[in-house]
């Protein structure tokens, strides 16, 4: 593997991971060109502790009674609406889901749009309402908002950023560099609806299918879990660059390893079929509403069971545990008895799922 | 005036205010058309007091010794340098600003990058240097971002969305619905730079010009004048739509007029003569690094000399007050000695101007 070309998934990506001198589109990938970009340039210029984290929300003392969880994500999902969701539910859910991966719970939302001159407004009033709903749903307000409008080909009818605010319970302390050897992995589903549900919105799959965005906000999910045991290490959603890698995020924050079993990572039937037809791994496709979870072996039963008894969390397994090494690394037991490493994204894989 | 054409400083602005299906650029402008869109759409879906409150930031109570400001922009001023900043230092001060109108200090920003597919490393690299040196400056940090990267033709360079929270020092309330009759009107220099510092970037004034946007965090203003005096009921920066469209803003919300005066608002000779030249009132034009503040009447002189020792305010001044009736208007008294209505930026003026 060099600069120049990166071999991944047994395909070879014509995408160098520096010396670019232009944004491409795997900067916005979630994998290893984004962590590029953003630990090269982004950590680089604005230097500081809550930051270099690299959690999916920062975590700020306001003081001695209170920490908040803050997140922020921009959303340009095309199409806008998909089959299960569309980019609204996506803002609110991305976001809640954020906040409540440091196990808060949201205490409040901001919304900034950019709308693209000429767009229907019963457009961006469905998009409104949908917001309204999964607002809703996570019992979260919206609390301030911005408009601005850009002249017609300079965005794709509406981008949403979102940012987020939410409350740390006293002596909580969940992140990705807390994971510790002999810890239970979980998994909170099956994998891959949401990218492959996208892409099926857009026509590419060539053929009908009945696969539903997972997306949903988690943070109802999250506070059963914690009833049942606050020994919880690490939360994380795996969306852009799929459970493969977040996982390996975690394992290079935690400097540990994680070793997988294949056969106890469930993909739908239609999932796997379409990406059998495309040549996309499932584990590297984006979810919007499925948890990894990485805890304390002795409370991993109760906390199964926790996210079984949620409607979020029914399917969920224990799909492996934390080693110490080979540290920063993810392995995988394939079904056949074999091991494999198992990469980070490398560069572009499905542009624009989020 | 009717649906259909909005009069304005005497020109016929074209787009209608409702029953419009589709986006136009006036939606973005700040003024009445984005008002509309704001309170028709946007704050009949997520009805909550704090959005309600329709001020430059939301406040929330975190328990009983802590409130926040919370707030959010996106950026999408074209060309992304102009001179005297850039859309990074913009979406750092913006953010900074809409937080300190509510007396708040920012204890930290988010940051969400929408690149468009081709941009040069270089150029966003410049950027984030500048939003590092403007956060340095209003001592803020940006603590959690993201990027997201769209094809070329979907964005315009780049957009930026800041996110900020802010604390609220005790038993400060500060807000747009709190002038009362007989407060003072202050302003903390002259107006209309910004605007036309954009618009000169964009070789839309037709000559050379020193005109330099005067894009600035204005939290360490804010802290001096409070520092000095408490009494202050309202403070807004007054951005897209100028200081006409905030000062009417504010009548509305507190249920008051404002009479100003016209010659106590300064704008500099560079700007004068380019608004002229381009038929603008410079009373429309955005600022970035101005405020406007409405305060005790037996307090104003003392904010007035902490604004005017604080480099940000050096030429502030009391520009007016506020009157009982008629509610909710702003009348001027021109220099010929006539008063005239001053209303709310109607239509689209100056487009992606912030």
Redesign the interface.
């Known amino acids: 593997m060099t600069d120049e070309t990166v071999s991944i998934q047994g395909m070879v990506c014509p995408v160098p991971l520096s010396h ?9 990938s979630g994998g290893r060109m ?1 962590h590029n ?2 630990n090269r ?2 950590l680089n ?2 230097d ?1 502790p ?2 270099s984290a690299s959690n999916d ?2 975590r ?1 003392q ?2 001695s ?2 920490s ?1 969880a ?7 999902v095309a199409p806008l609406f998909f089959p299960g969701g569309d980019i609204g539910r996506l803002a609110v859910c991305g976001t809640v889901n954020d906040i409540a991966m440091l196990g808060a719970q949201p ?2 939302l ?13 457009v ?2 469905r998009v ?2 949908s ?2 709903a999964a ?1 809703l749903e996570a019992g979260v ?11 017609k ?4 009818g509406l ?1 949403i ?1 979102t ?1 987020g ?1 939410g ?1 740390i319970p006293p002596n909580l302390d969940i992140g990705g560099q807390l994971a510790v050897p002999g810890d239970t992995v979980l998994l909170s589903g099956p994998i891959g609806d949401h990218g492959m549900a996208v892409l099926s919105a857009r026509g590419e799959l060539g053929f009908e299918s009945d696969i539903q965005s997972d997306v949903a906000p988690l943070n109802h999910l999250v506070a059963a879990m914690l009833e049942a045991s606050t020994r919880i290490h690490v939360l994380r959603d795996p969306t852009r660059g799929g459970l493969a890698t977040s996982l390996n995020e975690i394992a290079l924050q935690s400097g540990i390893g994680i070793i997988i079993d294949e056969e106890s990572i469930h993909v739908s039937p239609s999932v796997n079929a379409a990406c059998e037809m495309l040549g996309f791994d499932p584990l590297y496709v984006a979810n919007e509403g499925k948890l990894i979870a990485i805890v304390a072996p002795n409370d991993a039963d109760k906390i199964l069971a926790a996210m079984r008894a949620n409607p979020l969390g029914k399917e969920s397994t224990i799909i492996g545990r934390v080693v110490e090494k080979p540290a920063g690394r993810v392995l995988m037991k394939t079904g056949l008895g074999s091991t494999r490493v198992v990469d980070m994204l490398a560069g572009e894989m499905l ?2 799922i ?1």
């Open positions: 670019n001198d232009r944004i491409v589109m795997g900067h916005g984004s970009l953003i340039l982004f210029a604005f500081n809550a930051l929300a920062a700020i306001i003081d009674a209170t908040l803050i997140s922020t994500d921009s959303h340009v205490l409040c901001t919304a900034g749009f950019i709308l693209e001159e000429g767009l229907e407004l019963s961006l009033e409104v309402l917001m309204k607002a307000q919206i609390i301030a908002g911005d408009t601005k409008v850009v002249q080909g300079k965005a794709d981008y950023n940012a605010v409350s542009p624009r989020c």
